[in-house]
């Protein structure tokens, strides 16, 4: 074998080597890899530089049967819990052309992180069963709305249980059970 | 040149090395027990996945590329297991498992910490069901009378494992559930039109339609408009022996162009206390594999999980349902789906939930206010509930 052509070979199979990689990472970042971008965003005059990271939001919209994404930032708190909790305002907030699937004037009461059982508890106010539309569409709806939007974000958090009005509850409008925590279902979601 | 060449090889091992440290890593293990066999998927990370159980095998499907140690393995020294293996079809992995013989899975549920899915499996040596239908007709006078069923009294399957099956009967009462009721009004539509009300109709003309063409005994949960609790509804067929759990709705969503029509059979996820339990018994038994996990235990643990027994016919009930309503609505088919609707995890016996046309949706809330309408979807479900019927007759035989 002559000195070119190993050199030959050796480039072919780096090129290889680099296309299969590219291929690999690609793939990565479209099934579920995606950590938010954290960034800083700082001011000239000699204060505090704040901390954002850039989240990717999924809507429900009128197009598509799946969640379509945005990206929206959100400034890093001190307590990890608020970062939750300014998250999930964000999803209530939506966007034009967004649907939220939850019925107005509910409210998120409070939110707690249980560290070792790797779980968000979202405690909504009444509302949020007493002006619910029904269907069993709608139930899954908002349940995967939320649980699919905080599990791709904030990948500590596994799962996600519902209380209203501080407690359990059997079911949101009468179908899927509510007392146990939810898992992600990423089928939901429609990457771009 | 030898420098290039090991620059080359460090350059590509560091972009490849990454990818394969974040890959998920699915382990696969299996253990024989008396009476049937605990199949065990575990992995760092919790993945949704999707059954489907196959003559002769049982394919898992996972979203997303999963690392499996190998694209095929024999099965050592299982009664019922013979091989299994991992492929890549388009954005998911496909975890096969070949059975030895025919088998079926009995319980499907979901551990944490580490995450687990969990299949356990006995033997089914089932004859073939006759294939359904498709013309939407009514079955023919023998399949249509009880009597036919009686004159085929259920025969126990031979077993070669030693374990004493559960003995199936020919189906002699069927359960309808018309969807909420009283004060739970169910979705309402743009022109004031109830869920509750709709499912009660339809559900009346189901029960006429059975009883009239195959003199079943037709429950139901509720025969007026008066609230029955999830749990009741599924009392109230546990008490009266139904083998058939047909529970009726009209779907709603957020997004108003939302229409079809679609079935549901129970999904079970082991994530309560008593699923703790039995958390830590499969634990138990992933350090000593010769430990036997009683049935009756099981069962005590995940009673509130009756359904668990019956989920391969649900599904098989499902996808004769939502067949017929495709074929005779015309309307968008939304297919057979899992979900954990709780009026349907206490039942014991093959139960769907029907999600008939979407009231949320202005046509299909007219069409509801149709009674030829009514009629049509009556039809297709009790189409969907012969089939069933037939087929179930065959696996009793």
Not at chain 1, 19 to 31: E, H, P, V
Not at chain 1, 105 to 113: E, N, T
Not at chain 2, 36 to 54: A, G, I, N
Not at chain 2, 71 to 96: D, F
């Amino acid at each position: 074998m002559t000195k070119r052509t190993r050199t030959a070979l050796l480039v072919s199979g780096i090129a290889v080597a680099l296309i299969l990689a590219a291929l690999f990472l690609f793939q990565r970042k479209k099934s579920s890899a995606f950590a938010p971008e954290r960034l800083s965003h700082g001011d000239d005059t000699g204060g505090r530089i704040a901390e954002f990271i850039k989240v990717k939001i999924f809507y429900v919209t009128e197009a598509s049967l799946a969640m379509s994404p945005v990206y929206r930032e959100i400034e890093v708190p001190e307590i990890r819990e608020e970062l939750y909790r300014k998250f999930v305002s964000l999803l209530l907030a939506g966007g034009e052309g967004r649907i939220v699937p939850v019925p107005s004037g509910a409210q998120l009461r409070s939110l707690h992180y249980l560290v070792g059982k790797e779980m968000l508890i979202l405690d909504f106010n009444e509302l949020l069963a007493a002006s619910f539309p029904g269907g069993t569409t709608a139930e899954m709806e908002f349940i995967y709305f939320m649980v699919d939007n905080i599990c791709y974000n904030f990948r500590e958090i596994k799962k996600v249980k519902f209380l209203i009005g501080g407690n359990e509850s059997k079911t949101l409008a009468g179908h899927v059970d509510l007392e146990k925590p939810f898992f992600p279902d990423f089928s939901w979601l429609k990457d771009e | 040149m030898k420098n290039s060449i090991k620059a080359g090889t460090f350059f590509a091992a560091f972009l490849v090395a990454p990818l394969l440290l974040t890959s998920m890593v699915i382990d696969f293990r299996s253990f024989d027990h008396e009476g049937y066999t605990r199949v065990v998927l575990q992995s760092e990370r919790s993945f949704t996945y999707k059954v489907q159980d196959q003559p002769g095998r049982l394919e898992v499907r996972i979203a997303g590329r999963a690392d499996f140690p190998a694209r095929s393995q024999a099965v050592q020294n299982s009664v019922l297991l013979e091989r299994v293996t991992c492929e890549y079809q388009g954005k998911e992995s496909v975890i096969t498992v070949h059975f030895k013989g025919d088998a079926a899975v009995k319980k499907n549920f979901v551990l944490e910490d580490p995450f687990r899915v969990v299949f356990d499996l006995v033997r089914s040596e089932l004859p073939a069901a006759a294939p359904p239908r498709n013309d939407g007709a009514a079955p023919a006078a023998d399949e249509k009378k009880p009597d036919a069923l009686k004159e085929n009294p259920p025969a126990v399957p031979p077993r070669t494992d030693g374990a004493v099956p559960p003995r199936p009967k020919p189906i002699e009462t069927i359960c309808i559930d018309p969807g909420h009721g009283g004060e739970d009004f169910g979705a309402i539509g743009r022109s004031k039109l109830k869920e509750k009300d709709v499912t009660l109709k339809i559900a009346y003309k189901l029960k006429k339609q059975i009883e009239s063409r195959t003199g079943l005994r037709v429950i139901m949960t509720r025969d007026k408009d008066s609230e029955v609790s999830l749990n009741s509804r599924a009392s109230i067929a546990n008490n009266q022996l139904a083998q058939m759990f047909v529970s009726i709705h009209a779907n709603s969503s957020f997004r108003k162009s939302a229409y079809g029509s679609e079935t549901f059979f129970v999904s079970l996820q082991a994530t309560d206390p008593e699923s703790l339990e039995l958390a830590q018994k499969e634990n138990q038994n992933q350090e000593d594999p010769g430990e036997n996990i009683q049935n009756d235990e099981l069962k005590m643990i995940l009673w509130n999980m009756a359904q668990t027994e019956h989920i391969r016919e649900s599904s098989k009930l499902a996808e004769f349902i939502q067949n017929e309503l495709n074929e005779l609505l015309g309307t968008r088919n939304r297919g057979v789906k899992q979900a954990p609707f709780r009026v349907l995890m206490r039942t014991a016996m093959p139960a769907v939930l029907i999600e008939t046309v979407f009231i949320s949706n202005a046509a299909e809330e007219k069409k509801l206010l149709s009674d030829e309408f009514l009629d049509k979807i009556a039809s297709a479900i009790y189409n969907g509930i012969s089939k069933f019927i037939y087929y179930y007759g065959s696996l009793v035989k």
